[in-house]
């Protein structure tokens, strides 16, 4: 906290600005966003630049913007950990199928083996998915941006898509590819997943339009009935599943369906 402090100090006086003057400027920013949580004090700050005091969110955000500074890398001098924000978010276990935190560089982590030993042309040391995780990005997914897509979480009940993205997997979506494709594959393989978001919760799995209906079609392997809904009214697409991650374990150890598990495939 100390040096944290100290940084903003250092700041501050190579902008050549007062207390009184960054006193007067956050005063400025808490008239424009209508509350005084975003003004910050001579006394607030003096003690915030040498007792190590810890600001509040609206005053770090005053004086990231009156320092012209990143709040990201404000928030990493506090030890703030920003860009583990996803990964933190898959540890976590969920039970349900989620969007993840797009975040600032929409960067996710995943597992590296303990020998060091990598293969970016093969899945195999995704068996260590939940119980560690390390540096490399998701750009080894087919040499994806990871800046341009968005990513889901696939719930440790949701059976849904297994085998093909078991439990606990990660997905990369397209949101450009939104469109319900009607034809143009040749096995499961190549079918087109999609991402969809239902008013309480997210699935994912192959879709068919028909009509305004949009009929939610599971894997065979899962057990699960097709649903249907009326689309754009009960269920929207968020985008095509472009990229997958998953746990090797999951497809050597299929866990039963839970007939309470929230899979987004409910009886209809």
């Not at 920013?29 to 630049?49: N, V």
């Not at 005053?59 to 500074?69: D, F, G, N, T």
């Not at 299929?254 to 409910?266: D, E, I, K, L, N």
Request: include cysteine; hydrophobic fraction near 35%; proline fraction near 6%.
């Amino acid at each position: 906290m100390d040096r944290a402090g100290e940084k903003l100090k250092r700041v501050r006086e190579r902008l050549k600005l007062t207390y009184r003057q960054v006193e007067e400027a956050s005063q400025g920013i808490a008239e424009r966003r209508g509350s005084g949580e975003f003004g910050i004090a001579l006394s607030r700050l003096a003690d915030i630049e040498n007792k190590g005091t810890l600001p509040t969110i609206h005053r770090l955000y005053s004086l990231c913007a009156i320092y012209r500074l990143e709040l990201e890398e404000v928030l990493r001098w506090y030890g703030v950990p920003v860009e583990q924000l996803s990964s933190e978010g898959l540890q976590t276990g969920m039970t349900e199928t989620n969007l993840l935190p797009a975040g600032h560089s929409a960067i996710v982590t995943l597992p590296q083996p303990s020998d060091g030993s990598i293969d970016l042309d093969k899945t195999t040391f995704l068996s260590q998915f939940i119980r560690r995780w390390g540096k490399q990005p998701f750009s080894f997914l087919n040499g994806l941006n990871v800046r341009e897509y968005r990513y889901g979480w696939i719930g440790l009940e949701d059976t849904s898509m297994h085998p093909l993205i078991p439990p606990g997997s990660v997905v990369v979506i397209d949101e450009n590819r939104r469109k319900i494709a009607t034809g143009g594959w040749n096995s499961e393989y190549d079918r087109p997943i999609y991402f969809l978001e239902l008013r309480d919760h997210y699935c994912c799995g192959w879709c068919t339009l028909e009509g305004k209906r949009l009929i939610l079609e599971p894997h065979p392997g899962s057990e699960q009935p097709a649903a249907s809904f009326e689309f754009q009214q009960e269920i929207d697409v968020i985008g095509q599943v472009i990229g997958v991650a998953m746990p090797l374990e999951a497809r050597r150890r299929r866990r039963a369906p839970s007939a309470a598990a929230r899979t987004g495939f409910p009886d209809r």
